[in-house]
């Protein structure tokens, strides 16, 4: 079975930072390329960052040199290091699992950025 579990929400004031963590299972995570993508409330879901299977990363303009997006294939767990965080950064975070035609989705975790 299939399992993407997000975890390291919460709420955060401006300028803080917090570490996302998705733990993977049921599937061969090492083969898989991992992103991390948001939604907030009225808004479509956007992609914020992606880890290849090889280790390259792509970070959406909004967050380039805030946000880090890691991988450890020992563990199966992707991770989204999110630094000088902004109210607009508030959303669900979801992780995302690709390889060619299958993909599965985690089932988020809230970041609130607010004083």
């Known amino acids: 079975q299939v399992q993407l579990v997000e975890s390291g929400g919460g709420l955060v004031q401006p300028g803080g930072s917090l570490r996302l963590s998705c733990a993977a299972s049921?599937?061969?995570?090492?083969?898989?390329?991992m992103s991390w993508h948001r939604q907030a409330p009225g808004k479509e879901r956007g992609l914020v960052a992606v880890?290849?299977?090889?280790?390259?990363?792509t970070y959406a303009d909004f967050v380039k040199g805030r946000f880090t997006i890691s991988r450890d294939n020992a563990k199966n767990t992707v991770y989204l290091q999110m630094n000088s965080l902004k109210p607009e950064d508030t959303a669900t975070y979801y992780c995302?699992?690709?390889?060619?035609?299958?993909?599965?989705w985690g089932q988020g975790t809230q970041v609130t950025v607010s004083s």
């Open positions: 880890v290849t299977s090889d280790g390259g990363t």
């Open positions: 049921g599937f061969t995570f090492g083969s898989y390329h």
């Open positions: 995302k699992a690709v390889l060619f035609r299958s993909s599965y």
